[in-house]
């Protein structure tokens, strides 16, 4: 699917606005099979709630989404990858289940093609933990977003996160 997190704000804001820890990427659960192929040379490991389990660990997979990519020479991570529930082709919130958003409307793509998340889905998953780089990433990224996009946002976090303090910082 597409870069996330605060390098996909980044990709849609235009420019770096700050320093990254990782590169994290979104797939589609079903689409994670691909992701396995194209880096065939390293090791994946499952991870959530502080801890990680092989890629073997079939109850492990099947019950987190997040998996971080290994050399196996280094035992270094260099990529985290999120699988997302979806049908089809319609993107299904892991926080809510009733939030879904066609693909369509979920990726974006630079001017040279490269696949983001959109910016209010971003911050929907930022919103959790709201750490200093998620407040940056909020108050940068806010004003670019055009109505629709501020709309669903608000929408979201109203219904995950109620109360939060950038529902406040929205009107």
């Known amino acids: 699917m597409g870069v996330r997190g605060g390098w996909a ?3 849609f804001g235009g420019s ?3 320093e990254h820890e990782d590169v994290e990427i979104t797939v589609p659960a079903a689409g994670f099979e691909a992701i396995r192929t194209a880096f065939a040379g390293y090791e994946f490991d499952v991870v959530g709630a502080a801890q990680r ?3 073997s660990d079939k109850a ?6 997040q998996t971080w990519l290994r ?10 990858v999120f699988r997302e529930p979806h049908e089809g082709n319609t993107w299904i919130c892991r926080r809510d289940p009733t939030i879904r958003r066609p693909y369509s409307e979920v990726v974006r793509r630079t001017d040279a093609g490269l696949p983001y998340v959109a910016p209010e889905i971003g911050l929907l998953f930022k919103a959790r ?7 940056a990433d909020f108050k ?11 709309r ?5 976090l109203e219904r995950i996160h109620p109360g939060h303090a950038w529902l406040a910082r929205m009107e």
Do not use: N, Q, V
């Not at 492990?60 to 989404?65: N, Q, T």
């Not at 050399?71 to 985290?80: C, I, R, V, W």
């Open 9 to 11: 704000l980044d990709l």
């Open 16 to 18: 770096i606005s700050r």
């Open 53 to 55: 389990w092989p890629l």
């Open 60 to 65: 492990a997979f099947d019950f987190m989404h």
């Open 71 to 80: 050399d196996p020479a280094t035992g270094a991570y260099l990529l985290d």
């Open 129 to 135: 933990l709201a750490r200093p780089k998620d407040e």
């Open 140 to 150: 940068r990224t806010l004003p670019l977003l055009d109505e629709a996009s501020r």
């Open 152 to 156: 669903w946002l608000r929408s979201a």
